[in-house]
């Protein structure tokens, strides 16, 4: 069966503390890892795509990394206003090309 | 600006009452999506439309009902036969939904049963 696991389930820094968000996958056939930000009361927004194992992708503070069974989002010298939940997203090539979703990470930076 | 707006983004709904719930996106994305959050939980699909005129069901339709009568628009019912319809209901959508893109989501509309 497919599926996705996200770890921690919350993760509180300091600002300029780095650290990784982790997304464990269980899929038949990747087509997509897709990472997301959400904030409270709002909709998911798109950080990142990986298609492939080695794969890396940056975006100011944050570098998604991909292996054939889990992703690392590095946050790098967090500010508050990283403080989110991070949404770590599969696509299968089974099932209809469905899309699994993990719980979430909650991430917390304290200045 | 392109993206998906949905509507209201508070709805209240009485014990045996339908409501719907409204999302319309500009970016003419052939696929649509709906997904229900509930905490602690990953977004559990509820119906998704490949086209115009077709949708197929998701993990959890049983008490939801949806159209695609126009590219731009995919509403959502909830019907009172959803016995635990309190949740956060997101729509989005993509290029293609066999396609390896990336979804965009609106902002959601919290539902509460009073």
């Known amino acids: 069966e497919d599926q996705v696991t996200q770890s921690p389930e919350a993760l509180r820094l300091q600002e300029g503390e780095s650290s990784s968000l982790n997304c464990s996958y269980t899929?038949?056939?990747?087509?997509?890892l897709f990472w997301y930000r959400q904030d409270p009361g709002k909709g998911p927004e798109f950080l990142f795509t990986l298609y492939s194992a080695g794969e890396e992708k940056e975006k100011e503070r944050l570098k998604a990394t991909l292996t054939k069974k889990e992703s690392f989002l590095h946050i790098t010298a967090p500010k508050p206003e990283d403080s989110a939940t991070y949404l770590c997203?599969?696509?299968?090539?089974?099932?209809?090309?469905?899309?699994?979703f993990g719980a979430g990470t909650r991430l917390f930076v304290k200045a | 600006d392109g993206g998906i707006t949905q509507s209201p983004k508070y709805l209240f709904r009485k014990e045996g009452q339908n409501v719907t719930l409204s999302c319309e996106q500009n970016l003419n994305h052939d696929a649509m999506y709906w997904y229900r959050q509930d905490p602690g939980q990953g977004l559990r699909l509820i119906y998704y439309?490949?086209?115009?005129?077709?949708?197929q069901k998701g993990d959890i339709a049983e008490g939801y009902s949806v159209s695609r009568e126009k590219k731009e628009s995919f509403p959502l019912t909830v019907t009172s036969a959803q016995k635990n319809p309190t949740a956060f209901y997101l729509c989005?959508?993509?290029?293609?939904?066999?396609?390896?893109?990336?979804?965009?989501f609106g902002q959601g509309t919290r539902l509460t049963v009073v």
């Open positions: 997203a599969v696509r299968s090539n089974t099932g209809g090309f469905k899309t699994i």
């Open positions: 989005a959508s993509s290029e293609s939904h066999r396609r390896r893109t990336e979804a965009f």
């Open positions: 899929v038949s056939g990747l087509r997509g």
């Open positions: 439309s490949q086209i115009v005129n077709d949708f």
